[in-house]
């Protein structure tokens, strides 16, 4: 349900609102518009009273919504979320690129990394320094070691940091060191990790799981806005088909679709969803075209020594490359790089 307050309408009426849906034991979102402020209503079982809302001071309709999804969909908030990563604005106007290694390996690495994306021009340092990996003998991550050293790294180039928490206990320390955390493919239906993300100060980078549909996908989402975090941006990383030539399917029709039904933003990352370096470039540029926010990439700058995810790593001069072809679409499909 969704109480649309009129054009003007006083901070004390929307407060009048607000009580009177938590008076019922229901959450109150308020979502300020371009216009006006509308107040999401979550946790009620059936259709709410709507004359006793209607009638509030301030209010201008109660508006059913039809999807299981809320707070997510643009029926609740038609203007497009901007989320701010540290000083970087995802969702605007600009393409905005996500670059560094799977996972934080050494001082060295990260910083030689570092440099490199921010000389390429991308926004946004990712690292993992927890790693969800298939097998418990694979490199698992430095854990805080490798979340200050991307502290480090963000001091040196100005980059702002994107990495993974894998499990609640982590979002603490995570949430202390990082502008952005991740939830990875494998947690997207981590219902107890969503929800301290979802009371987390920082913004929320969401990646859809293996095998989710979109519904789930933004299920998940929702999760983490019921919980007051409206800083959630969504990411394509491929799921499990029966094609076998790549390591995931990009499912880059996900996007318009998202763009449809959402207001938040989405990226893509090609890294994950070819598992080949070689067609990072040409997903990445099809994803731009195709409407995404912006990509994750993973670039290393000795990738066959890489200790994690090395084959789908582009170096620093594939990053470079990409970035010009992405600096020529940009203008094209209405975007800035
Ligand atoms: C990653 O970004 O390195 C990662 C583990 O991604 P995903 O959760 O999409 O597999
Ligand atoms: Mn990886």
């Known amino acids: 349900?969704?109480?649309?307050?009129?054009?003007?309408?006083?901070?004390?009426?929307?407060?009048?609102?607000?009580?009177?849906?938590?008076a019922r034991g229901f959450k109150a979102h308020a979502i300020p518009g371009a216009v006006r402020t509308a107040i999401g209503v979550t946790g009620n079982k059936g259709a709410l009273d709507r004359p006793v809302f209607e009638s509030l001071p301030g209010v201008l309709e109660v508006i059913p919504v039809s999807h299981a999804y809320k707070l997510v969909s643009r029926e609740v908030k038609p203007e497009p979320t901007v989320v701010h990563v540290g000083g970087v604005a995802v969702g605007g106007s600009e393409l905005v690129v996500v670059a560094g290694p799977c996972a934080v390996e050494s001082r060295e690495q990260m910083l030689t990394i570092a440099h490199a994306v921010k000389a390429a021009g991308a926004h946004l340092?990712?690292?993992?320094?927890?790693?969800?990996?298939?097998s418990p003998y694979s490199f698992q991550g430095l854990?805080?070691?490798?979340?200050?050293?991307?502290?480090?790294?963000?001091?040196?180039?100005?980059?702002?940091?994107?990495?993974?928490?894998?499990?609640?206990?982590?979002?603490?320390?995570?949430e202390r060191y990082a502008d952005a955390i991740q939830i990875g493919a494998r947690n997207m239906q981590n219902f107890s990790l969503l929800r301290r993300a979802g009371r987390a100060k920082k913004p929320v980078l969401l990646k859809r799981g293996l095998s989710a549909t979109l519904e789930e996908f933004l299920m998940s989402a929702?999760?983490?806005?019921?919980?007051?975090?409206?800083?959630?941006?969504?990411?394509?990383?491929?799921?499990?088909?029966?094609?076998?030539?790549?390591?995931?399917?990009?499912?880059?029709?996900?996007?318009?679709?998202?763009?449809?039904?959402?207001?938040?933003?989405?990226?893509v990352d090609?890294?994950?969803?070819?598992?080949?370096?070689?067609?990072?470039?040409?997903?990445?540029?099809?994803?731009?075209a195709v409407?995404?926010?912006?990509?994750?990439?993973?670039?290393?700058?000795?990738?066959?020594?890489?200790?994690s995810d090395g084959p789908q790593s582009i170096t620093p001069d594939m990053l470079d490359a990409l970035m010009r072809d992405l600096r020529q679409i940009a203008p094209v499909i209405g975007r800035r790089l």
């Open 1 to 22: 349900m969704l109480v649309v307050m009129k054009q003007g309408a006083t901070p004390e009426e929307i407060r009048g609102v607000v009580d009177a849906i938590e």
């Open 125 to 134: 340092l990712r690292g993992g320094a927890f790693k969800p990996r298939t």
């Open 143 to 174: 854990g805080e070691e490798g979340l200050r050293l991307l502290a480090e790294a963000r001091e040196a180039t100005g980059l702002p940091v994107v990495t993974e928490a894998v499990d609640v206990e982590g979002v603490d320390l995570v």
């Open 222 to 267: 929702e999760y983490i806005l019921s919980e007051g975090n409206y800083q959630v941006i969504l990411c394509e990383r491929g799921v499990r088909t029966f094609s076998d030539f790549s390591r995931n399917t990009l499912d880059l029709a996900v996007v318009p679709a998202v763009k449809d039904i959402s207001h938040l933003p989405i990226l």
């Open 270 to 288: 090609p890294s994950h969803g070819t598992g080949r370096r070689d067609k990072v470039a040409p997903l990445s540029r099809a994803a731009a």
């Open 291 to 307: 409407g995404a926010d912006g990509l994750i990439v993973e670039v290393h700058h000795d990738p066959n020594r890489a200790l």
